[in-house]
């Protein structure tokens, strides 16, 4: 069996779920698996295993009754040849509050409510009497019927959040629809505010001062938390000292207390543009675990010895405490590297700046031999007005400032989890296995398609594979495009207590570590670590590691965990649940921060109606083409009712329609130029028409109707830019 199967090729544990699928334990075990359902407007659905194998199809008569988001027993009852799986609902396990979020769509002769989620069902009706403030617009919280026979039975509303045109309220939709925890209970926020703000004498003498340091953090612009600070030293030989802290969120936050209740339960921060859903209490993430210039600070810390080339030495781990010398931003770094005039209080820092970013570029061509990959696709900034409306869309900047940052947190979760594997300490690891052998075989047939050599073996694909892919794509026209693809082909990380590997970072051990302040599992490899420390303390071994790929004992084979017993270690069946559970909470994050910015995208091209742009083609399909915009940094769709008259054939392996009739050729890549026509802001979905593109060939069917009002005829269409809104915390520490 290839490395990385062992998880997809395991038997599902027949009782593995969630707390809210748990059976009782004096209760017979289910010869059935447990997840967690996911429906369909047209009634079918899915199951997600928990193990991170293939989602089930469950056909609309084989559900058993469950609703999107039910905890459902499944059997699987048949496996296509290409892996796809069928099965049925045995029973629902644990059904979820049955609360939906919607659009009041209609009021007269009855109020009709149409789900923001499509997976809710179509639409509902709400029985009289209700508030005035429910109009036409305004969005609602309703708590549902289950399905019966008839199922004539209205909703029931629960809350009016308000029109949904209103800034903010986008973001109350995406809360509740995505069941995101928002206020803290007063048992966390009592024990939170219970934590002194000044570290005690004795605490700081028992760790290892790193205050005299030229330590510094640097993030975004608009970050509140600072979980992490760096310092990059010279070695008198040759070589450098990098020194990860990590604010050392373990020591404030117990396990099994009210607050590591409260965390494990949120499993990660959410960044939605202009505001954010901490993981932990603004007591904790931005006060005592934020490593603010100047104010000691107690931290977890990796330090790292590197040659003059880039290649590892030692590594040690400490319990410490710094006090950092200056709270930078990116942009500030970035300018400095490019030779921006240096303010007084920054000259005693450039020498370092310049010193981190020259072990970064080694760090990332080490990283690169190895096959890491790096998309370096941009990341979409909103800018938001100063009602907090979306007034644009820009792209990101990354310089080398993020990419100093993304290496030096690479080179700290290796480190860790390298030590951990070596100890046989139980973790939860960052694991991103091989693609699917039938994705890199499209894949490949698409890229040989566009006259570039790709014929790796698609069960033993390697990142180096992936590596020279991206570098020949380097500077061609549907380069974004492949990109995408190939992104689209990998396997989706996930958390598990295994160590597969991550095949992106073309790393053999890694983990997350660098931000417990906004992820759960970073908290867990925290106490992981110490955990692991104090044990080699106890039996006199030394708490240094070799350098990562030089083991210092024998390891289980990969894939495989040692049993334990000893007092402080999680369970094993713990463990699988607790990296199924975080895994599901980072996706509902990231869809609710990507719909987030789909809904903003749309509210400012809603703005733009009857604007002409240029952009390029990214996707196209056989229903039309999707063009990314220059001015505003989204997609729109340009269907093929938009184009020329003709009759298109469309081309899947060279990413193109070609006309019949008149030859004209439409591929990925292409400059064009459209006229947004329509939004539909609910749905985030922007529709254009085709005003020329390259190569020839207009189309004015659209704009010689006349139903586009000019720009300046309509009001407010230029907002003015004031505030930058976007996520707190800076792209470098995404989630890989």
């Known amino acids: ?400 400032a993020q990419r100093l940052i993304e290496e030096f947190m690479i080179a700290a979760n290796i480190a860790v989890a390298h030590d951990l594997v070596e100890a046989h300490q139980d973790v939860l690891h960052r694991v991103h296995e091989r693609p699917d052998p039938l994705k890199v075989a499209e894949l490949a047939k698409v890229v040989r398609a566009f006259g570039l050599d790709f014929d790796p073996d698609p069960e033993e694909v390697e990142p180096l594979d992936f590596r020279s892919l991206l570098d020949r794509m380097g500077g061609r026209p549907e380069e974004r495009t492949l990109g995408r693809l190939l992104l689209r082909t990998m396997a989706l990380a996930r958390y598990a207590p295994e160590p597969l590997g991550h095949f992106g970072l073309a790393a053999k051990d890694y983990l997350h570590f660098t931000s417990p302040i906004r992820r759960y599992p970073d908290l867990v490899a925290h106490r992981a670590l110490r955990s692991s420390r104090s044990s080699r303390s106890a039996g006199g071994a030394p708490e240094s590691s070799a350098p990562a790929g030089k083991s210092r004992r024998a390891r289980p084979p990969r894939g495989r965990r040692e049993e334990k017993h000893e007092a402080g270690r999680l369970a094993t069946d713990a463990l699988d649940h607790l990296g199924a559970e975080c895994s599901r909470l980072e996706r509902a994050a990231e869809g609710a921060e990507r719909e987030s910015l789909a809904w903003k995208r749309a509210e400012v091209l809603a703005g733009r109606l009857g604007d002409e742009m240029d952009g390029t083609l990214s996707t196209v399909t056989p229903q039309g083409v999707y063009v990314e915009l220059d001015e505003v940094y989204a997609e729109g769709f340009l269907p093929v009712s938009a184009l020329p008259a003709d009759r298109y054939d469309y081309d899947p392996m060279r990413l193109a329609m070609r006309g019949e009739r008149t030859g004209r050729v439409y591929r990925a890549g292409q400059r064009v130029r459209v006229l947004v026509a329509r939004v539909d802001r609910i749905a985030q979905r922007t529709e254009l028409a085709l005003v020329g593109c390259e190569g020839g060939g207009v189309s004015t069917a659209l704009r010689n109707k006349g139903q586009y009002a000019p720009r300046n005829a309509r009001g407010g269409a230029d907002k003015g830019r004031q505030d930058r809104g976007g996520k707190a915390r800076g792209r470098a520490r995404g989630r890989r």
């Open 1 to 400: 069996m290839r490395k990385g199967k062992t998880a997809r090729a395991r038997t599902e544990p027949a009782t593995q779920t969630d707390d809210a699928g748990r059976r009782d334990p004096g209760s017979a075990p289910s010869p059935f698996a447990i997840a967690r359902f996911e429906g369909h407007r047209d009634g079918f659905g899915f199951v997600n295993p928990t193990d991170g194998s293939r989602d089930v199809f469950i056909p609309p008569h084989r559900t058993g009754g469950a609703l999107h988001g039910d905890m459902v027993e499944y059997r699987v009852l048949a496996t296509a040849p290409d892996g796809r799986r069928e099965g049925a609902v045995v029973r629902v396990a644990a059904p979820t509050g049955q609360t939906v979020v919607g659009l009041v769509t209609r009021v007269h002769p009855r109020i009709e409510v149409v789900p923001f989620d499509p997976r809710a069902g179509a639409s509902f009706g709400l029985s009289p009497p209700v508030p005035a403030s429910v109009a036409e617009g305004v969005a609602v919280t309703l708590e549902i019927p289950r399905p019966g026979p008839g199922r004539t039975a209205p909703a029931r509303l629960l809350e009016v959040l308000g029109p949904i045109s209103r800034p903010g309220v986008d973001i109350e939709v995406l809360i509740r629809k995505h069941a995101l925890r928002v206020e803290f209970p007063e048992t966390v926020l009592r024990e939170t505010d219970a934590i002194p703000e000044e570290i005690p004498g004795e605490i700081l003498a028992e760790r290892e001062d790193f205050s005299r340091g030229c330590v510094v953090t640097i993030d975004g612009d608009t970050a509140r938390d600072f979980d992490d600070a760096v310092s990059v030293t010279a070695v008198p030989r040759g070589g450098y000292q990098l020194a990860v802290h990590i604010a050392d969120v373990a020591h404030y936050v117990p396990v099994g207390s009210a607050t590591d209740i409260e965390a494990r339960l949120r499993g990660t921060s959410v960044y939605f543009p202009g505001r954010a859903i901490p993981m932990l209490p603004p007591a904790l993430s931005e006060n005592v675990c934020s490593l603010m210039p100047g104010v000691p600070r107690l931290v977890q810390s990796v330090i790292m010895s590197f040659d003059s080339r880039g290649n590892p030495g030692r590594v040690r781990f400490a319990d410490g405490w710094i006090k950092s010398r200056a709270r930078l931003t990116y942009g500030r770094v970035n300018a400095l590297l490019k030779g921006a005039p240096v303010e007084p209080p920054e000259k005693p820092l450039l020498a370092e700046i310049h010193r981190m970013n020259e072990l970064a570029l080694l760090l990332a061509q080490k990283r690169a031999a190895r096959g890491g990959l790096d998309f370096d696709l941009p990341e979409p900034e909103v800018v938001l007005d100063a009602l907090g409306a979306a007034a644009g869309v820009r792209p990101a900047q990354r310089g080398p």
